[in-house]
């Protein structure tokens, strides 16, 4: 496999691809984070053919602005390009070892839970 290096803004991380992003999103929505995520919706219609929509890695790598509401206060979160790029760079300040394992592709559900909670609520609140 080629060692790829993705730039998300101004962070850039070797080995990172936006597949691995988009399998941790993907692990994240369908178990990982279903427990404290009640919702995961476009703010506005994504045009893909990809199904489910959201394993479309062309959509992370673009513009995008994703409605989450928090199953345990309901509050309203947003997933972002920002969000994203500071959730990584929060994984990489904090959690080193889960920013290993997603771009190994060693980590689990909980590995995707935890990149979701980085990236929406800026730190681990559950689990």
Do not use: H
Not at 6 to 25: A, E, F, M
């Amino acid at each position: 496999m080629t060692d790829i290096t993705t730039s998300v803004g101004p962070l850039t991380i070797n080995g990172l691809t936006w597949r691995k992003i988009t399998d941790q999103i993907v692990t994240a929505i369908e178990g990982g984070s279903g427990y404290w995520c009640g919702s995961f919706k476009p703010v506005e219609d994504i045009k893909t053919k990809v199904s489910p929509w959201y394993n479309d890695e062309k959509i992370w790598a673009g513009d995008f602005k994703i409605e989450l509401t928090d199953a345990e206060d309901g509050s309203t979160l947003f997933f972002t390009p920002e969000s994203l790029r500071k959730g990584l760079q929060w994984l990489a300040d904090n959690q080193l070892r889960r920013l290993e394992e997603i771009i190994k592709e060693t980590g689990d559900a909980e590995t995707a839970d935890v990149f979701l909670q980085a990236c929406v609520l800026g730190d681990i609140v559950y689990g």
